[in-house]
């Protein structure tokens, strides 16, 4: 489907944003979403992932950060707060080590400056890597995080295997071909 298709179906859908289609694919591939799931959505605005969350499972409780405001969801805790002040969240802090599932559609402001930008996108891998680290549940913890293909990606994958016992790629459908953007899912934190 053309990337304009995606957004017109999640418009069609009612949803916030195309990137929904991205979420959707993977979760159904790994079946990462589970009944009762305890989520926390990092870089959620304008707040598809979230949305569709509450929509495949409305046992879902979920909480989602971003630096941006966004419009109310229902079932949805939302704190307008950068990323890396996360632990100053009481609400967030007191979950530590209880969430089923970590999501991160985080992506930084870039600087068109390639070695410039590869940095600051692997920065942001490592600190989603250490909040999933901190908030996931041991047992039955996942996290689906944004990264790109760049000269960094090995280095950031090679990091996410010390941590999970299943370290996979997506590159979903509704994600542009040209974007360089890839999915990385890792499974249940070593
Ligand atoms: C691609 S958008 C997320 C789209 C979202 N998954 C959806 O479906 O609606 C990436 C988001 O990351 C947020 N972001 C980037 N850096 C951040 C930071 N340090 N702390 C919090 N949010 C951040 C941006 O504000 C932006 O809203």
Not at 24 to 35: H, N, P, R, S, Y
Not at 40 to 61: F, Q, T, V, Y
Not at 77 to 99: A, G, H, M, P
Request: positive net charge; charged residues 30%; aromatic residues 10%.
């Amino acid at each position: 489907m053309h990337a304009d298709s995606w957004a017109i179906k999640a418009k069609k859908l009612g949803f916030r944003s195309r990137a929904v289609f991205k979420l959707e694919e993977i979760l159904k591939k790994t079946k990462a979403l589970k009944d009762k799931s305890l989520v926390l959505d990092i870089g959620c605005a304008p707040g598809g992932w979230s949305e569709l969350i509450r929509e495949m499972n409305s046992s879902s409780k979920i909480y989602a950060i971003d630096i941006l405001n966004i419009k109310p969801i229902e079932g949805v805790l939302f704190f307008q707060e950068d990323v890396f002040n996360i632990d100053n969240i009481k609400e967030i802090y007191s979950l530590k080590s209880k969430f089923n599932l970590v999501i991160s559609d985080l992506a930084p402001n870039l600087s068109g400056i390639k070695t410039v930008d590869e940095e600051k996108i692997f920065d942001l891998n490592i600190l989603t890597l250490k909040i999933a680290k901190n908030y996931l549940n041991k047992s039955d913890g996942a996290i689906i995080l944004k990264s790109f293909q760049n000269s960094l990606l090995k280095k950031f994958r090679t990091e996410m295997e010390k941590c999970f016992h299943l370290v996979q790629t997506y590159k979903p459908a509704a994600s542009k071909s040209q974007s360089g953007e890839i999915y990385l899912f890792g499974d249940r934190p070593l």
